[in-house]
């Protein structure tokens, strides 16, 4: 991947770097990811009041400057030194506990969002790159969403989007997301597998690889053995794959989900089809969280992310690793410039 600071594009307009779940680590690495330099305008949604305490407790001597509208950036060009933040209301307490569950943070991650998302329908910002939030904060909260994604796709009206994992070394695009295991089966169809695969081949598409070699993984043991470890392999999962071969896609499988992720790490493949969250994450986790993206595929917006949760356990310590939120900022650049390159 690239590294901060490489990047070939400015955008037009700002990014949107979410804060997060404030009781976590995301204070802390939007700060850190500030003090590097960043190649490209930002304004972060969320607790202002969460940043200001986190530039104190890492002495980190930027001034945050409260933005009414994100187009209110254009009056502050030429100042250095800052942190430009959309503020969320009402201010999180000054005694939030760092490290715990707190449905006020778990509101706060979710209407910075919400706020975020609005500005890139409206055109506002050129992107959005989310720290990470807490589904158990969201929660308590009385909001019953999974995850990120699942906001993102009713927030903007968006019927049809996929997770996608992404490090220097692997490519992996979801089928399934946040169910359970139990709900894999009956919800895999052939239409949903083929938009899988067409949002894959788009995804790698928007980040510069013309004619991708898409794998996909079977969901039995051994692909279903032609049928002896469950049918789903045969029945819904190879029609997929032929309509899109149809369409001109590369698509290949299914191939066992055993050895598939080694064979694309190797070089055989571009992106992974998985047919459910842990075996697609599980790969990709492992090789490192630090450097990894989280990508939403089908918004009409780009959407990076970190790969990583709120690490409750080292909130507020000073030792969070802004690598993941780093490399998250320069994927979203890189998709900007494939984008306005056509």
Known sequence: MMTLGTTPVTPIAPLALTLGDAAGIGPEIVIKLHMAGLPAPC???????????????????????????????????????????????????????????????GQSAYDALCLAIDDAMLGKVSAIVTAPLNKEA???????????????????????????????????????????LSEVSPTLTTALELRTIELAQQACQAMGIASPR??????????????????????VIVPAIA?????????????????????????????????????????????????????????????????HGTAFDIAGKGVADPSSLREAFEMALTMLHQKNQG
Not at 144 to 169: K, W
Not at 214 to 235: Q, S
Request: hydrophobic share 45%; net charge negative.
């Open 43 to 105: 304004v972060v949604y969320g607790d202002a009041g969460a940043l200001r305490r986190a530039c104190i407790a890492l002495n980190a001597p930027l001034q945050i400057v409260e933005l009414v509208d994100v187009s209110a950036l254009t009056l502050h060009a030429d100042k250095t030194g800052c942190l430009f933040v959309r503020p969320t209301y009402p201010a999180l307490p000054t005694d939030l506990p760092l490290g715990r569950v707190d449905a006020r943070a």
């Open 214 to 235: 898409i794998g996909v993984a079977g969901l039995n043991p051994h692909a279903g053995e032609h049928g002896k470890f469950g049918r789903e392999d045969l029945d």
């Open 138 to 180: 969201m929660h308590a909260a009385g909001l019953d969403f999974p995850g990120h994604t699942e906001i993102l796709a009713q927030r903007s009206g968006t019927p049809y989007v996929a997770m996608m994992l992404v490090n220097d070394r692997l490519r992996v695009i979801l089928a399934t997301i946040h169910i359970a």
């Open 243 to 307: 309509q899109a071969q149809a369409q001109g896609i590369n698509a290949s499988g299914p191939w066992p989900g055993d050895t598939l992720f080694m064979r694309a790490r190797m070089g055989e493949f571009d992106i992974c089809v998985a047919q459910y969250h842990d075996q697609g994450l599980i790969p990709i986790k492992y090789l490192g969280i630090d450097q990894g993206v989280n990508i939403t595929v089908g918004l009409p917006f780009v959407r990076t992310s970190v790969d």
